[in-house]
C-alpha cells in the first residue's frame, strides 16, 4: 500500500485568497498551515507560544519594535512568545506555520474581520 | 536591528555525518531538527508522539508494515504515534524533522550505538 506525502506546491495550487492560513497536517497538538500573504499585517503577539515560519515561495520580513528579520524560501524564523511582531510581503510570499493548534492569527488582538478560521483542514 | 533567519542549506553545510540529527530550532517544547541520512535505518515506533518529515533534498521512502510512502523536496509527512517505521533513502536524503524536545531518534528501541544524542543545539 502506497501512502500519501503531503506536497507543498500542490496544496498551495488548491486556493488563491491571501491571508487564511489552511491547516494540511498535524503532530500531537500542532498544526502545519499554508498561508499566502501579501501587503501589511496588523501588529499582534501571542503570549502563550512561540510560532515557526518556514518560506516556501517568496520573501518575508518580519517587523518588531525593535528590528525586522528579512528571509525566503529555504529559511524559517521563529518569533518567541510575547513579541509583538507584524508580517510583510511586498509580493506574495507562500509559506509554512507551525504552531499549536487554536493559535489565531491575529494573536491576542480582538478577533476582527481579519481574524481566519484556521481549524478546518484543506481539503485535499 | 536585523535579526537573523535560519537557513536549510547553510545549516546543512556544517556537518557531514550521517544520521546524527541536529537542532536548529525549538517552539515551545518542539524541536526543528536537520539530517542527512542515506541507506536503511532500523524499525521502530514512537510511542507516545507523532512525527513529521520534510524532505529539503533528495528522495526518501519511510517503510511501514503494510507499506510505504515516498517523497522528496517539498513534501512532508507525518508518522502517527505507534506506527513501525524504517526510513530509507537509497542516495543521501537531507531532510527536517519536527517532533517533541527529548525524542531519540530509534524511538522506544533500547538506546544503541545508532541512538543519536539530540539534545545540542547545532552550533552556527
Redesign the interface.
Known amino acids: 500500500?502506497?501512502?500519501?506525502?503531503?506536497?507543498?506546491?500542490n496544496k498551495l495550487g488548491l486556493f488563491s485568497e491571501q491571508w487564511t492560513p489552511k491547516v494540511i497536517?498535524?503532530?500531537?497538538d500542532?498544526q502545519?498551515k499554508i498561508v499566502k500573504i501579501e501587503g501589511d499585517f496588523v501588529w499582534h503577539s501571542h503570549a502563550d507560544?512561540?510560532?515557526?515560519f518556514i518560506v516556501?515561495d517568496g520573501q518575508l520580513r518580519i517587523d518588531?519594535k525593535?528590528?525586522?528579520?528579512?528571509?525566503s524560501a529555504?529559511?524559517?524564523?521563529?518569533v518567541p512568545?510575547g513579541m509583538e511582531h507584524k508580517p510583510y510581503a511586498e509580493k506574495e510570499v507562500k509559506m509554512l506555520l507551525?504552531?499549536?493548534r487554536g493559535v489565531l492569527n491575529t494573536g491576542d488582538e480582538q478577533a476582527s474581520e481579519i481574524t481566519a478560521v484556521n481549524e478546518s483542514p484543506l481539503v485535499c
Chains 1, 2 share one sequence.
Open positions: 500500500m502506497a501512502y500519501q506525502s503531503i506536497n507543498f506546491e497536517a498535524e503532530i500531537n500542532y502545519f507560544t512561540d510560532e515557526a516556501l518588531f525593535n528590528g525586522y528579520v528579512n528571509f529555504g529559511e524559517m524564523y521563529v512568545k507551525i504552531e499549536p
